[in-house]
């Protein structure tokens, strides 16, 4: 069973900064992509990035291209999502994900396991 631990999250001024950190156990970390997903109040899970196994492969929602950069440390097992020049629409308790293969993907059915979620909060 795989156990994913986010850290991270907090509060923070429009334009300012956050790193997101997942932590993983129970699995084999290094063999399958990981996701962020967030969910803001009154609407929809939505996906916020993902990276491949290896790290070598990103992709980005639209809206936070330029701004969030997702990586991963293997040999820490951890994922993390560094957010730049925050806006208050950014505000979302934001969730990591580990998908069931090599690549990230869009679609939440494609993870298997999720972590229980950590709140991100922008003043504007």
């Known amino acids: 069973q795989v156990h994913l631990v986010e850290s991270g999250g907090g509060l923070a001024q429009a334009g300012g900064s956050l790193r997101l950190s997942c932590a993983a156990s129970?699995?084999?970390?290094?063999?399958?992509?990981m996701g962020w997903f967030r969910q803001a109040p009154g609407k929809e899970r939505e996906f916020v990035a993902g990276i491949s196994w290896r790290g070598l492969t990103t992709n980005y929602a639209d809206s936070v291209k330029g701004r969030f950069t997702i990586s991963r440390d293997n040999a820490k097992n951890t994922v993390y999502l560094q957010m730049n020049s925050l806006k208050s629409e950014d505000t979302a308790v934001y969730y990591c994900?580990?998908?069931?293969?090599?690549?990230?993907?869009?679609?939440?059915?494609?993870?298997?396991?999720w972590g229980q979620g950590t709140q991100v909060t922008v003043s504007s």
């Open positions: 994900a580990q998908a069931r293969g090599y690549f990230s993907s869009g679609d939440d059915s494609e993870y298997s396991y």
């Open positions: 129970g699995g084999t970390f290094s063999r399958y992509a």
